[in-house]
């Protein structure tokens, strides 16, 4: 408060003090929004670099599937061909080995005793033996044609992963079709018996939709079931061999099993469940499953990216809904729901 000249320079002080507080308080809150500015740029970045890293595995998924698709294209078209010349030509085989059977019987009615060198090669190829089994060996032959005609339909089936159009299929024929292609990872292994397939279909319409990535999904869930019950019946293999018992309680509360539900909901509306009842999934990670890159099996054996890729087909490519429901120590079950038509999404959701 004095008036001379030290309390001149006692307020010039004061002043410079309160500008200098009001300097470092500015400069502190550019500081904040500075810091503020590079966190959430990091963090932009940050999954900047997770979608770069998703899109890559997307497209090296998608080439991956595209190339299969092609291959097993050009194997179904190469088999295709002989196999049909095969099964026509068998028609004809036994229409001309019923004739000549026809005309040996004949001969045989006229000729009761023939000479004796004739009666010899009669014994020697063991007519009646061949008669019998000839027709046998035709119809095992035409058996195993249709088997393959089938196995060759479902791969053309399952191969058509590069159609970018949506179009009118039948899911369960997509369905048959998957199965058929893993029928050899579902048949006895040395740590497991068979896996037993229900299949639960409903009544279900035509359905618009992308076949070939609709089939990616059944595979990928499928795969998913099969790994998870060779797992679990490992698990249960080893507990009961420390015990050594293997009672059939046990066995058969642990066949392993695929179920394969299809039902209309909701009139617009086709839902899809595939349930296994291997060891499940715990309930910590059961939020994280459609993550990209997360996956629960170990290194080498799984990349992370099916269960993603499958989540953006179903909710992405077909306005639909894929969820998944586990008990551990009873297995799981994924849940797929698509329209039927592309465009009734928006009125039947």
């Avoid at 698709?69 to 078209?77: D, K």
């Avoid at 049909?84 to 019923?98: D, K």
């Avoid at 061999?241 to 309680?249: D, G, M, R, V």
Wanted: aromatic share 6%.
């Amino acid at each position: 408060t004095r008036q001379d000249e030290l309390g001149q320079l006692a307020n010039s002080f004061n002043s410079m003090a309160n500008h200098l507080q009001g300097s470092f308080a500015k400069l502190e809150q550019i500081n904040d929004e500075l810091e503020q500015r590079v966190e959430e740029r990091t963090t932009t970045l940050q999954e900047t670099v997770q979608e770069l890293h998703r899109t890559q595995a997307q497209m090296i998924q998608s080439e991956k599937m595209s190339a299969l698709g092609h291959l097993v294209a050009g194997v179904a078209h190469e088999i295709n061909n002989p196999v049909n010349f095969i099964h026509g030509n068998l028609t004809h085989v036994s229409t001309y080995i019923e004739d000549l059977m026809s005309l040996i019987q004949a001969y045989q009615g006229y000729i009761p005793h023939p000479p004796q060198s004739i009666q010899t090669k009669i014994e020697e190829i063991d007519l009646d033996f061949l008669m019998q089994d000839i027709v046998k060996l035709l119809q095992s032959m035409k058996v195993g044609t249709n088997r393959i005609r089938e196995i060759v339909l479902s791969l053309r089936n399952f191969s058509r992963l590069d159609e970018a159009e949506s179009k009118p299929i039948d899911v369960h024929e997509g369905i048959n079709s998957t199965l058929l292609i893993l029928q050899n990872r579902l048949k006895v292994q040395p740590q497991r018996p068979a896996i037993q397939v229900i299949k639960d279909y409903g009544q279900l319409p035509i359905v618009n939709c992308y076949p070939g990535r609709l089939n990616q999904v059944f595979m990928n869930i499928l795969v998913n079931a099969i790994d998870a019950l060779d797992e679990a019946w490992d698990i249960e293999r080893d507990g009961s061999s420390s015990h050594n018992i293997l009672s059939e309680t046990i066995d058969a509360k642990r066949t392993p099993t695929i179920t394969v539900r299809t039902a209309m909901v909701a009139n617009h509306w086709v839902e899809i469940a595939i349930a296994d009842n291997g060891g499940g999934i715990p309930e910590s990670i059961q939020k994280q499953i459609f993550d990209p890159f997360f996956t629960t099996k170990s290194v080498g054996k799984g990349t992370g990216m099916g269960m993603s890729i499958s989540y953006q087909i179903i909710v992405e490519h077909h306005h639909g809904e894929f969820s998944c429901t586990s008990i551990p120590g009873e297995g799981a079950e994924f849940t797929i729901r698509i329209p039927i038509e592309q465009d009734e999404h928006l009125a039947g959701g």
